[in-house]
């Protein structure tokens, strides 16, 4: 085997978008470099066109086949199939294998809803390809052009980490304990005790297979407490969920662009509103969602549930298009797994994979309340409300109320989400132009 990185325009323009994405990049391939000499070979890097570049490779080394990770998006798919003929008109054997997910998509069939999907994920196990077998490197003595660095992606002086046996070293901590309370913290963002996997997910710098099989040995440990075990099958949930977002992409490669339920295909999102600038700038007013957008603006991360909360304010109390919002937050990622943004932000939308009546439009303040009582999330990133004293005093309803929008230089809510969401389920139903998508469902679907 000869290890080979073929970084082409579209590489380049994926990495230019976020800057952080393309330093963890660059971290991650100089890690691989590293582990490669370790073992006696190097990383072949080249820029330019895939095709021409890797036959060009076989041909100078004697390779009989090319392999390479697929892609699980659109735009990724079609490069994949014209890399695929490339390979094979030039009598050489193309191999894509499906290196991302834990249980590949054709194994499942092409499923559209999560439900039946999971039953049947839950059955399979994922293959281990942890051989020496693939540790045999071929002697070469062709050069390789420089390791990427960020500054050739725009991304300036900034550098970023990237251990892959830290890596697996940090999930071996979580499956020790925090996994065990995973079904709190997945809601609860200022605990913050979520994996925080999605990154080298998305890298490959630990193998969804990997953590899939070490997960369900831990699930086997016969001394583990009933709600131990239900956060680990939940946090197991969550890696089914991301095979299940790569499997739509793989088998619907247009819902790059367009929504995966045919009768949503119609209906028109907005395309500006007076506020999505405050929403992109984390100055909506609403303390939740404002902490998210400006979580992701300092750490190339936001947590997973603010993530649903402050896409359902994007597209239900402004209205706008999912497609907006995915491309804005994809500046700031350091995940680069477009068919997970993607599967993601349209079934918050209620375009996609979930197959609800009603969209489920979340009411930020009730989330803030419900998942934030004290404010310690939004106060550690919204720096108007640090100072904010702590929750003194229950509203009728019992709940905490946090002075919050008495502070001075934090924003006034910019819409008043009772109101949009009615209104948003008005023109839901008359795009539907169907008696049962009432208004009332705003109500219903109101979390
Ligand atoms: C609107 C929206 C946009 C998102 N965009 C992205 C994106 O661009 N890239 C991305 O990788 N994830 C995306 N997600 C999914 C999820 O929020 C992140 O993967 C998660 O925040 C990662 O944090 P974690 O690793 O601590 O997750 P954990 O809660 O610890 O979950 C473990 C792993 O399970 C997988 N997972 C968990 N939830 C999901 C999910 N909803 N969909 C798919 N996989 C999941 C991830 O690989 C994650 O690392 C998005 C979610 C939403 C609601």
Same mark, same amino acid.
């Given at each position: 085997?000869?290890?080979?990185? *073929?970084?082409?325009?579209?590489?380049?323009?994926?990495?230019?978008?976020?800057?952080?994405?393309?330093?963890?990049?660059?971290?991650?391939?100089?890690?691989?470099?590293?582990?490669?000499?370790?073992?006696?070979?190097?990383?072949?890097?080249?820029?330019?066109?895939?095709?021409?570049?890797?036959?060009?490779?076989?041909?100078?080394?004697?390779?009989?086949?090319?392999?390479? @990770?697929?892609?699980?998006?659109?735009? $990724?798919?079609?490069?994949?199939?014209?890399?695929?003929?490339? &390979?094979?008109?030039?009598?050489?054997?193309? &191999?894509?294998? #499906?290196?991302?997910?834990? &249980?590949?998509?054709?194994?499942?069939?092409?499923?559209?809803?999560?439900?039946?999907?999971?039953?049947?994920?839950?059955?399979?196990?994922?293959?281990?390809?942890?051989?020496?077998?693939?540790?045999?490197?071929?002697?070469?003595?062709?050069? @390789?052009?420089?390791?990427?660095?960020?500054?050739?992606?725009?991304?300036?002086?900034?550098?970023?980490?990237?251990?892959?046996?830290?890596?697996?070293?940090?999930?071996?901590?979580?499956?020790?304990?925090?996994?065990?309370?995973?079904?709190?913290?997945?809601?609860?963002?200022?605990?913050?005790?979520?994996?925080?996997?999605?990154? #080298?997910?998305?890298? $490959?710098?630990?193998?969804?297979?990997?953590?899939?099989?070490?997960?369900?040995?831990?699930?086997?440990?016969?001394?583990?407490?009933?709600?131990?075990?239900?956060?680990?099958?939940?946090?197991?949930?969550?890696?089914?969920?991301?095979?299940?977002?790569?499997?739509?992409?793989?088998?619907?490669?247009?819902?790059?662009?367009?929504?995966?339920?045919?009768?949503?295909?119609?209906?028109?999102?907005?395309?500006? #509103?007076?506020?999505?600038?405050?929403?992109?700038?984390?100055?909506?007013?609403?303390?939740?969602?404002?902490?998210?957008?400006?979580?992701?603006?300092?750490?190339?991360?936001?947590?997973?549930?603010?993530?649903?909360?402050?896409? @359902?304010?994007?597209?239900?109390?402004?209205?706008?298009?999912?497609? &907006?919002?995915?491309?804005?937050?994809?500046?700031?990622?350091?995940?680069?797994?477009?068919?997970?943004?993607?599967?993601?932000?349209?079934?918050?939308?209620? *375009?996609?994979?979930?197959?609800?009546?009603?969209?489920?439009?979340?009411?930020?303040?009730?989330?803030?309340?419900?998942?934030?009582?004290?404010?310690?999330?939004?106060?550690?990133?919204?720096?108007?409300?640090?100072?904010?004293?702590?929750?003194?005093?229950?509203?009728?309803?019992?709940?905490?109320?946090?002075?919050?929008?008495?502070?001075?230089?934090?924003?006034?809510?910019?819409?008043?989400?009772?109101?949009?969401?009615?209104?948003?389920?008005?023109?839901?139903?008359? #795009?539907?132009?169907?008696?049962?998508?009432?208004?009332?469902?705003?109500?219903?679907?109101?979390?």
């Amino acid at each position: 085997m000869l290890p080979v990185l *073929v970084i082409d325009r579209a590489t380049e323009a994926r990495l230019a978008r976020s800057p952080r994405r393309a330093a963890f990049y660059c971290a991650a391939v100089a890690a691989l470099d590293a582990a490669l000499r370790e073992h006696g070979t190097r990383l072949i890097v080249r820029r330019g066109l895939p095709g021409p570049t890797l036959r060009n490779l076989a041909r100078a080394s004697g390779a009989r086949a090319v392999a390479w @990770s697929a892609s699980y998006d659109g735009a $990724g798919g079609h490069a994949d199939a014209r890399l695929q003929s490339d &390979i094979e008109e030039a009598g050489l054997q193309a &191999i894509v294998a #499906h290196d991302a997910s834990a &249980i590949a998509p054709e194994e499942t069939s092409g499923y559209r809803a999560f439900v039946p999907y999971l039953a049947v994920w839950r059955e399979m196990t994922p293959p281990t390809f942890e051989l020496p077998l693939l540790l045999r490197f071929a002697a070469t003595d062709l050069q @390789s052009e420089h390791l990427p660095i960020p500054a050739e992606f725009g991304a300036g002086e900034r550098s970023a980490e990237c251990d892959a046996a830290g890596a697996r070293t940090s999930f071996e901590a979580f499956l020790a304990s925090d996994a065990l309370q995973y079904a709190v913290a997945a809601n609860v963002p200022a605990d913050d005790r979520t994996s925080h996997l999605s990154v #080298h997910l998305s890298f $490959g710098t630990i193998a969804a297979r990997t953590v899939v099989r070490a997960t369900l040995e831990r699930i086997a440990d016969p001394f583990l407490l009933v709600e131990e075990r239900a956060s680990l099958k939940l946090f197991l949930r969550s890696l089914a969920q991301r095979d299940f977002f790569l499997q739509l992409g793989w088998f619907h490669p247009i819902t790059d662009d367009a929504p995966l339920q045919e009768k949503m295909r119609g209906f028109t999102f907005a395309r500006k #509103h007076a506020s999505l600038d405050a929403w992109r700038s984390g100055r909506t007013g609403y303390p939740l969602v404002d902490a998210g957008i400006r979580q992701l603006h300092a750490t190339g991360w936001m947590h997973p549930h603010v993530r649903a909360v402050a896409a @359902s304010f994007l597209c239900f109390d402004l209205g706008v298009d999912w497609r &907006i919002g995915r491309d804005e937050w994809d500046g700031y990622l350091i995940e680069d797994d477009p068919a997970l943004a993607t599967g993601n932000w349209q079934w918050i939308a209620g *375009v996609g994979a979930d197959m609800a009546q009603y969209p489920r439009i979340y009411n930020p303040e009730r989330q803030r309340r419900r998942f934030d009582p004290h404010g310690a999330y939004v106060r550690m990133w919204v720096d108007e409300l640090a100072q904010t004293p702590a929750p003194s005093r229950r509203s009728n309803a019992g709940q905490i109320e946090l002075p919050m929008f008495s502070a001075n230089t934090y924003p006034q809510p910019v819409v008043d989400h009772e109101k949009v969401a009615h209104d948003f389920l008005v023109h839901y139903r008359d #795009h539907l132009g169907s008696a049962t998508a009432s208004p009332e469902g705003a109500r219903r679907s109101s979390r």
